[in-house]
Every structure is written in C-alpha cells, then in structure tokens.
C-alpha cells in the first residue's frame, strides 16, 4: 500500500517552459509534505516543503500546491532550466507516526530539453 | 568534507554472504536513518536510530541488523543475503523532529548500489 504516489515516471518539458510534477497521496494524517530533488549517483536532497494548513508555498521558481480535498499536490518549476534535469521525489510525514518518519513516493525523472 | 557518507559505493556478492555498509555524518545530527530503494524505485526506510536508540524499525527481516557505535554512525549489516537484497542503500541524517514540529531535512548519503549474485 503505497501511500505517496507519484504516477508519471518521467516528463520531458523545454527549456524556459513550465514543469508541473504531481504527486497524490492516501493517508489524510499526514500534515507536512516534501520535494526531493536527486541527481544520478547523489542522494537526494532537500528542495521544498509545505504544511497542510496552507495550500501554496513559493521559493523561487519553484512553488509547490497542496490541494487537501483531493488529497494531491504539485511542484511547479518555471522557467524551467537544463540544471532542474533530475528525479524529483515526493514525500510526506504525519505528525502522529514515528518520530522523523517521511514517506516517500517513486519519483519522477525530469528531464528538460534545449 | 562530505556531510554524510557511505562505503563502500558499489557491492557485489554472492547469495548468502553477510556484508555490512558504513555510514557516517558529521553534521552534529542525532538521528540518522537507513532507506531501500528497489526496483520500483520507492525510497522506504528501514530504520532510524536517535543518539544510538532505535526509534524506527519497519517491516524488515532480522537479517538486517543496523549498529550504532555513536549518534555520528549508523552502520547495516546483512546476513545470509538474498537476491531480493540487490537494491539501493541510502544513508540520511537529521536532527529529531520534536512533537508537533514540522520534519527536519534530510541529508542523504551517495547510496551504496548492492548486487547479490
């Protein structure tokens, strides 16, 4: 039972354009959810989060949506650059469940093109 | 300077050795984390330790047994390997989420690529 899913596996999108990456998930307890970015051969690292008590969060170009109702957020990437080509991981946390447990979805692999 | 590392980088071995993967961090944290990425890529923990406690255990078998000799290592060791074992090991550290806090980020290791043959 995957609770974060991440059902596109990869999307292409050109150079300056908008990258929308989707991510849905199950359990209603959780409160806190993250963006993972993961290069080949590095681990991942930390990209953005957002808690459930607000639906959007900005850093930069990127901003990340939750839509609480329908259990699913996004992370938009504009304008998209060569440097953003990388596995974009999903995750979320509840702050009933053990402490520092994320869960994580399977990704989606980005890849930006001239 | 490398936050958190692993060793080695790549294993390969044979069906029923025991192997172990080291893990270090030196970002002050106390608690460190080890998660599975296999074939359908999800990233699932397997354990977290907090200053050399074990906080999270989930479903693994008792093959896999993590040691913590301090809060800046947590290493895995895993007998009788298995080929259902091949995956991707991340090391990851961060300091304890408190009740009622958001998580802490996560820093991760490069991953150990384990191959059992």
């Known amino acids: 039972d995957q609770q974060v899913k991440q059902n596109s596996p990869s999307l292409s999108v050109q150079e300056g354009r908008i990258s929308i990456l989707n991510c849905d998930y199950t359990n209603s307890m959780f409160d806190y959810f993250l963006w993972y970015k993961k290069y080949p051969a590095e681990g991942p690292t930390f990209l953005i989060s957002?808690?459930?008590?607000?639906d959007k969060n900005e850093d930069g170009r990127f901003t990340v949506f939750l839509n609480k109702s329908a259990k699913h957020l996004s992370l938009h990437i504009v304008p998209s650059q060569p440097g953003d080509s990388a596995v974009y991981f999903c995750?979320?946390?509840?702050?009933?469940?053990?402490?520092?447990?994320?869960?994580f979805g399977s990704g989606t692999r980005l890849s930006i093109r001239p | 300077d490398t936050a958190v590392s692993q060793t080695p980088k790549y294993l390969v071995t044979q069906m029923g050795n025991d192997k172990s993967i080291k893990c270090e961090q030196n970002l002050g944290h106390d608690t460190m984390y080890w998660y599975k990425q296999d074939s359908k890529k999800f990233l699932k923990i397997m354990f977290s330790?907090?200053?050399?406690?074990?906080?999270i255990n989930e479903t693994v078998p008792n093959r896999f047994s993590p040691k913590s000799p301090d809060k800046a290592h947590l290493n895995l060791h895993i007998n009788s390997l298995e080929l259902g074992d091949s995956a991707v090991y991340f090391c990851?550290?961060?300091?304890?989420?408190?009740?009622?806090?958001?998580?802490?980020?996560?820093?991760f290791g490069p991953g150990t690529r384990l191959t059992v043959l």
């Open positions: 995750a979320a946390s509840s702050a009933y469940s053990s402490a520092s447990k994320i869960i």
């Open positions: 957002i808690s459930s008590i607000k």
């Open positions: 990851a550290s961060s300091q304890l989420r408190l009740a009622g806090e958001p998580p802490n980020e996560q820093f």
């Open positions: 330790y907090n200053n050399k406690e074990l906080i």
